[in-house]
């Protein structure tokens, strides 16, 4: 590649970073600005008087601990267990040709189809008789159901990418099926993996719409629960929204940063060797 | 194996069966009902209340636990704070799961639909155990009454008056807030002349998508938006006295606002802080708010209120649009008077002057603040209006009638025309089948 | 270059250009007459997930909207009235409908070409930029995506404030209502919509575009193609579909968009602001008429099935699934 499109592609891909996160920063730069510094005629780009009093608003409060625990236990819980039954979901659908298997394909994608404010109610009634409303598994469970669509149809494609002859050669040199699948599939599809798992983290991680009719107590309250907290009949506490939105960001980025080097790794292994 | 499978089956069936049975006929009231104290009765109370509540005044809310416990000891109390969009529609899904709440929290102008849907319990038998109810304010009352009923107990209130920097007032020359319409007029116009280069700078922060804004003027001619006989509504809002009440309004956004007039009033405190403008006509949380966590805390000397005067009559105020919010007991609750005990604890008189320190209005018009920035807004009180009873008046506020009628005045279209389009349209949806 | 050398090796599944089927791997084949339940056992999970849970709500929507369903039925006590076809004739009678219905296709056309081309453009930049260059990229789309919709709405809206609007600032435009003209509302509205879609688009697909072995690109350059050349020839045939998946999600989702412009809006929007999100959820939860929303749900249901069914259509066509 030449430098002078190097360069070019370099510039385009700063531009692309400014205009992603500048409402990020926009809201990073609010929650460290007094009230009265928020919404003035000439904006202030960097706070000409920082604060942490808004953090420490959010950090005081009781509630947002509990919260924080249970997006992570609920994000992480429906991560892993979507992972898995999706897998083992693409897999049947990509490897094997069964009776039933693009109805299959079909409800599943049939859940993204209804509109969320037209099942909520009957949603929350089932889970109610299942004994699991306001209860943190019924979060999940929740979650499940809509994080399967995309997580399914994704690893299907990315699985009937990698050619069965490999497993069948892994199966010749002694592996069983399993072991096939695990040295072989696996590796090849991280990349289908991981963007599947960033999106189910954060389908879990913003829920809010199911998640307030599910949840009641306290004790069950999730991050986006808690925001809404701020929007009172008056108007909307703007700093501490800010600052909580700021912190409720954070653990997505880590999450990302842990895994990013999986992304690299999936990427050496993503081509096929002869 | 088919016989035991079958037998399992009609096993199955005949349970659920019974235990449906069992369900239905739960939800009467108890032996014991009427008792206001009991010291053995054991059980939970779920009270929702508004996220408003819990930052505002948390201590009110254990305040009244308190109390109550006083009366029921082994009753546990669980508050649960719900957010203003959907907590109709949770109340309506736990309606269906039978897990509706023993108390709850509606904005005064949520209660029509529920009541007139048998929602909510009679409280008319036990309105005088309740502290103050010989006074409580009229827009908070009337969303609670139909056909003679009481349906639910008023919490607390807020209206609007005038708040001004008195430093930009210095500045043109007026050294004391306007007690007449004529010489809001003439502030106004004295203080438009002194920023006359500043093209955003409003005199008097009025925008047009405003109901509370601008109705209070219709109300001010002894007009009303709509009115009911027989059943049918009918909008007044093109009768000669609405139509002269709108162009006073329109007649101040003339005189003092610069600007864009299809905007709604959101974050008109801004407006003080900034310095953008000299007065705005908005609730006393806003007053608040110029001087508050959002605000700058050195204009706190610098901020005063007055009633907003009214043009039809030169002693008086423009009245006020009452919010606020009531309390109800859903008709499911098991014990009636345990809520009921609840409730009389929330709105007891000490517990009410907690909601004036928090800014707003008590539900009796004697529990008044002694702050006087809160004095235009106090005596406000003598005079308040609602908006009208209908089922499907919240139909009317979410097709956004009175918004598109203002935008359109303020915009200079005839306010015959207007005000005829509005009425008709508020005709159509009062009057639809709900 | 000949149509052979384009040709992906044997077992490429849906990727090779030349339609193949599905990947069964052949001893399979010869070994059909026995019946394996293996794939039924790996779709239990989900399939009791599916059904366990959707299942009533489903049925409960389908029955609901035969109904009158409201507060009276909910909350006096009264029983549900059974009204036929009713909702659905006015559904299809309310004017207010078939102007969601057009206004919400023309935003789904503006929103899902937007993020589709930014997002695989981005995918593609991903791709030529130095290592250093990527990983901000892929972070900043991160950070974006992490932030809950609502509240990065609320900062789209802050930053088209009329009176406060950094954007307006910077614009040089101060003072600008964007949403007096639904035109311009909208604008912002997509603007956000695309804003919050480009990031599971483009990291998707840079991860699907690292799947394309890189043998048949250095091939293909050796034998004198140009960037072009392989970019259309190998390059997107590999990936479409990926493509075709987030093309069809993004239209299941946008034609459903709500979150954004009711934020944008202040929580309520003039008429000429209603998309069917819009409709469906003032229907349902401000005038408290369960069965008429349900009747819209399932209305709307059936506009994305033909949708959805067009995309399996076609991926029969490309010998995805047959």
């Known amino acids: 590649m030449s430098r002078v499109s190097r360069t070019v592609y370099t510039v385009i891909g700063l531009a692309v970073v400014v205009i992603w996160l500048f409402p990020v920063y926009w809201m990073v730069n609010t929650a460290f600005k007094p009230g009265g510094d928020m919404l003035t005629v000439t904006p202030q780009f960097f706070p000409r008087h920082p604060t942490l009093a808004n953090f420490r608003t959010v950090v005081d409060d009781p509630v947002f601990w509990t919260a924080l625990r249970n997006s992570a236990l609920v994000a992480g819980a429906t991560v892993v267990i979507a992972m898995v039954i999706a897998f083992l979901a693409a897999l049947a659908i990509a490897r094997f040709r069964f009776l039933g298997r693009r109805v299959f394909l079909f409800a599943v994608m049939a859940v993204q189809m209804v509109p969320l404010v037209a099942i909520v109610i009957p949603l929350f009634l089932t889970l109610s008789t299942l004994q699991l409303a306001d209860t943190l598994p019924g979060l999940i469970v929740a979650y499940l159901v809509f994080s399967l669509p995309f997580a399914v149809w994704t690893l299907r494609g990315f699985i009937s990418n990698v050619p069965p002859e490999l497993e069948e050669a892994a199966m010749v040199d002694g592996c069983s099926r399993l072991g096939a699948i695990r040295r072989v599939v696996l590796p090849l599809v991280l990349p289908g993996l991981i963007s599947t798992s960033i999106f189910t983290m954060i389908l879990a991680w913003n829920e809010y719409l199911l998640t307030y009719f599910i949840i009641s107590a306290n004790k069950n309250y999730t991050l986006p629960l808690w925001l809404t907290h701020f929007t009172l009949s008056e108007g909307v506490q703007y700093g501490p929204l800010m600052a909580g939105s700021t912190l409720i960001a954070v653990p997505v980025i880590i999450f990302f940063m842990i895994i990013q080097k999986r992304i690299a790794s999936g990427l050496t292994a993503g081509a096929v060797k002869g | ?434 | 270059m000949t149509r052979s050398e384009l040709q992906a090796p044997r077992g490429y599944g849906d990727l090779a250009v030349p339609a193949q089927r599905d990947s069964a791997p052949s001893p399979k084949r010869r070994r059909r007459r026995r019946f394996d339940a293996t794939p039924y056992w790996l779709i239990l999970p989900a399939s009791v997930l599916l059904i366990g849970l959707m299942g009533y709500p489903l049925v409960r929507l389908v029955v609901q909207s035969f109904q009158h369903w409201g507060l009276r039925q909910i909350h006096g006590g009264y029983p549900p009235d059974w009204v036929g076809f009713d909702n659905y004739r006015q559904i299809f009678t309310d004017p207010m409908f078939w102007t969601a219905v057009e206004r919400s296709v023309l935003l789904t056309v503006v929103m899902v070409g937007g993020s589709m081309l930014i997002g695989l453009g981005i995918a593609l930049l991903m791709q030529r930029v130095p290592a250093w260059v990527r990983w901000l990229i892929t972070l900043s789309l991160v950070v974006a995506w992490s932030v809950p919709s609502v509240v990065s709405t609320e900062m789209f809206a802050w930053m088209t404030d009329y009176n406060y609007g950094v954007v307006n600032w910077l614009l040089g435009m101060p003072r600008h209502n964007w949403y007096i003209n639904n035109v311009e509302g909208f604008g912002v509205a997509s603007a956000v919509v695309v804003w919050g879609a480009v990031p599971l688009i483009a990291i998707s697909t840079y991860a699907a575009l690292s799947q394309v072995p890189s043998e048949l690109v250095e091939a293909a350059r050796v034998d004198g193609a140009t960037s072009g050349q392989i970019l259309r020839r190998i390059t997107l045939p590999l990936i479409r579909p990926i493509i075709r998946l987030l093309t069809v999600l993004s239209i299941i989702w946008d034609l459903q968009v709500f979150a954004q412009i009711w934020v944008l809006r202040q929580s309520s929007p003039t008429q000429d602001y209603f998309t069917l999100g819009i409709y469906a959820y003032t229907k349902a939860y401000y005038s408290h008429s369960y069965g008429y929303a349900s009747a819209v749900a399932i209305v709307i249901v059936l506009l994305l099935a033909m949708v959805v069914g067009v995309y399996m259509r076609s991926l029969s066509k490309l010998g995805g699934i047959d």
């Open chain 2, 1 to 434: 194996m088919k016989r035991t499978a079958r037998n399992t089956l009609i096993a199955v069936a005949a349970t659920a069966l019974l235990a449906s049975a069992a369900c239905s006929s739960s939800g009467g009231v108890e032996a014991n009902s009427t008792a206001t104290a009991d010291p053995n009765a054991t059980g939970k109370l779920v009270v929702w209340l508004q996220i408003d509540a819990q930052t505002l005044w948390p201590n009110a809310v254990t305040a009244a636990t308190d109390k109550f416990h006083q009366a029921f000891p082994k009753v546990a109390v669980d508050v649960q704070y719900q957010a203003w969009t959907d907590h109709l529609t949770k109340f309506d899904a736990t309606a269906q799961s039978h897990t509706e709440p023993d108390v709850i929290e509606f904005g005064n102008s949520e209660t029509a639909q529920y009541i007139t849907a048998g929602a909510l319990q009679d409280l008319s038998g036990v309105k005088t155990t309740f502290d103050n109810s010989d006074e409580w304010l009229d827009g908070l009352t009337q969303s609670c009454a139909m056909d003679g009923k009481l349906y639910c107990v008023p919490y607390y209130g807020g209206d609007r008056a005038v708040t001004y920097r008195k430093d930009i007032f210095a500045e043109a020359g007026i050294t004391a807030p306007p007690a007449s319409w004529d010489e809001l007029l003439a502030d106004v116009q004295k203080i438009a002349d002194k920023h006359q280069g500043d093209k955003n700078f409003s005199a008097f922060y009025m925008p047009g998508s405003y109901p509370y804004g601008g109705l209070p003027f219709v109300y001010d001619t002894g007009a009303s938006i709509a009115t009911s006989s027989g059943g049918k509504w009918t909008a007044h809002l093109s009768s000669p006295q609405a139509q002269a009440g709108l162009a006073n309004w329109k007649k101040l956004i003339d005189a003092g606002y610069r600007g864009d007039r299809t905007i709604t009033n959101l974050n008109s405190y801004t407006q003080l802080v900034n310095g953008t403008s000299a007065m705005f006509y908005d609730s006393s949380g806003q007053m608040a708010a110029v001087f508050g966590e959002k605000g700058k805390s050195e204009l706190k000397d610098k901020i005063g209120t007055f009633p907003m005067p009214s043009p039809t009559n030169a002693t008086g105020f423009l009245p006020p649009f009452m919010g606020g919010s009531d309390l109800a007991v859903p008709h499911s609750a098991k014990h009636a008077n345990w809520s009921q005990a609840w409730i009389r604890a929330f709105t007891s008189s000490d517990v009410e002057k907690q909601f004036v320190n928090g800014g707003y209005l008590a539900n009796a018009k004697s529990v008044v603040s002694d702050d006087p920035l809160r004095a235009a807004f106090s005596k406000e009180l003598a005079n308040t209006w609602f908006v009208p009873l209908a089922p499907n008046w919240a139909q009317v506020e979410k097709d956004k009638i009175i918004n598109q009628m203002l935008v359109d005045i303020a915009t200079g279209k005839p306010i015959p025309e207007a005000t005829k389009a509005a009425d008709d349209a508020i005709n159509k949806d009062l009057n639809a089948e709900s």
